[in-house]
C-alpha cells in the first residue's frame, strides 16, 4: 500500500510543467512595454549657427522686427507698423489667440520668417518652446531668443 | 502491477516535440516592434536621466553630438558635472566657467581625433542640449551663450514629439 501511493506521487510530479500559461502571460506583458517605450519619441528644435545667418541681426529680410514678448501673464505682439496686441496668458484659448494673431501677421507680411521671443529671467523653458512652436506653424520659422533685460542677444535658427 | 506499468508508459508516452508556439509568438512581436524602430530611424540619443524634456512639433530628428543635459539639480556635459543648477543660475555675468572649460577641452580632443583622421572638422560643433521643462530662460541663456563662445554654436535642443 505505501509503495503504490509512493509511486502515485512521484509520476505526478514528473508530469511536464505546464509552462503555456507563463508564456501567455509574457506575451501580453511584452507588447505593453513595448508600446509604452515607443511613445517617447525624442525630436529636436534646430538653431542655425551664427555664421550661417551672416545678414547678422538687421538682415534685409527683418523689416517688421516681430517680437513675441512672454510676461508672466501675457503674450504681447509687437512689431514696426503692426501695433502692439495684448493676449491673456491665463484664458482658456489663450495660446489660440496668439496662434491666430500671429496668422493674420503671417498673412498680411508673407515675406517675413523671423520672430524674437523676448524672455524674462525667470520665463519657464517649456513655455518657450510652446511658443516657438506657435511661431513656427504660424509662419515664422527663424527665431531669436532674447531675453527682456537686454544683457545678450542668442541667434538662433 | 501491470496497470501501473501501463499508466506510467502513458503519462510519460508525449512525443517529445516542444512546444514552442508561445514563444513564436513573443519573437514575433519583438522582431516587429525592433522593424518598427528601425524604420522610424531608432533612438540616436538617449534622453538624460532626471530630465524632463518639454514637448514639442518640431519635426527635426536628433542627430549623435555632444550632450548638455540641464535638469533641475545639475547641469552636466556629457557624463561630467559641471555644477548644481541653482547655484550656476545665480551666479551674476553670462558664461558658466566650468562648462566653458569643459567644452573647450572636447573641442581640443575632437580637433585632434580630427587631426589624426585627416579629416575637417565643422565650423560650428554640434551640441545638443536637454533641459529640463521646468528651468528658468536665465539658465538657458547662460548655457547657450557659453556654448556659442566656446565652439559649439550650433545648439539643437531637445524636445520630446508631440
Redesign the interface.
Known amino acids: 500500500m505505501r509503495r503504490?501511493r509512493h509511486?502515485r506521487t512521484l509520476?505526478e510530479v514528473?508530469?511536464?510543467l505546464e509552462?503555456?500559461p507563463l508564456?501567455?502571460l509574457?506575451?501580453v506583458l511584452?507588447?505593453m512595454l513595448?508600446l509604452s517605450a515607443?511613445f517617447?519619441?525624442?525630436?529636436?528644435?534646430?538653431?542655425?549657427?551664427?555664421?550661417e545667418s551672416a545678414e547678422g541681426p538687421d538682415d534685409p529680410g527683418d523689416k517688421l522686427m516681430l517680437a513675441v514678448t512672454i510676461t508672466p501673464k501675457h503674450y504681447v505682439v509687437e512689431g514696426i507698423d503692426i501695433g502692439t496686441t495684448r493676449v491673456k496668458r491665463d484664458d482658456v484659448g489663450g495660446t489660440e489667440q496668439l496662434r491666430s494673431t500671429l496668422e493674420q501677421i503671417s498673412m498680411e507680411h508673407p515675406e517675413n520668417k523671423n520672430v524674437m521671443i523676448l524672455?524674462?529671467?525667470?520665463?519657464?523653458?517649456?513655455t518657450?518652446?510652446?511658443v516657438?512652436?506657435i511661431t513656427?506653424?504660424a509662419g515664422a520659422p527663424r527665431v531669436s531668443?532674447l531675453?527682456t533685460d537686454g544683457?545678450?542677444k542668442?541667434r538662433?535658427r | 502491477m501491470k496497470r501501473g506499468r501501463e499508466r506510467l508508459n502513458q503519462l510519460f508516452k508525449r512525443d517529445g516535440k516542444l512546444r514552442i508556439t508561445s514563444m513564436m509568438d513573443i519573437l514575433t512581436v519583438l522582431l516587429l516592434f525592433l522593424l518598427k524602430s528601425f524604420v522610424a530611424e531608432g533612438e540616436v540619443i538617449t534622453p538624460a536621466r532626471g530630465v524632463e524634456l518639454p514637448e514639442s512639433t518640431s519635426p527635426d530628428l536628433p542627430e549623435a553630438s555632444l550632450v548638455v543635459a540641464i535638469s533641475k539639480g545639475s547641469l552636466l556635459l556629457g557624463d561630467e558635472m559641471i555644477g548644481k543648477s541653482a547655484e550656476l543660475e545665480k551666479e551674476a555675468g553670462l558664461s558658466i566657467a566650468p562648462l566653458a572649460d569643459g567644452l573647450r577641452r572636447n573641442l581640443e580632443k575632437s580637433r585632434a581625433i580630427a587631426r589624426m583622421r585627416g579629416e575637417e572638422l565643422d565650423e560650428e560643433g554640434l551640441i545638443t542640449v536637454q533641459g529640463d521643462r521646468e528651468i528658468s530662460f536665465r539658465l538657458l541663456q547662460k548655457v547657450m551663450f557659453t556654448c556659442q563662445q566656446n565652439g559649439y554654436g550650433n545648439i539643437s535642443l531637445a524636445v520630446i514629439r508631440n
Open positions: 503504490k509511486k509520476t514528473a508530469k511536464d509552462i503555456l508564456m501567455n509574457f506575451v511584452i507588447p513595448l515607443v517617447l519619441e525624442m525630436s529636436v528644435v534646430r538653431m542655425s549657427p551664427p555664421a524672455s524674462e529671467p525667470e520665463t519657464k523653458y517649456e518657450i518652446v510652446q516657438m512652436d513656427r506653424e531668443l531675453g544683457i545678450a542668442e538662433i
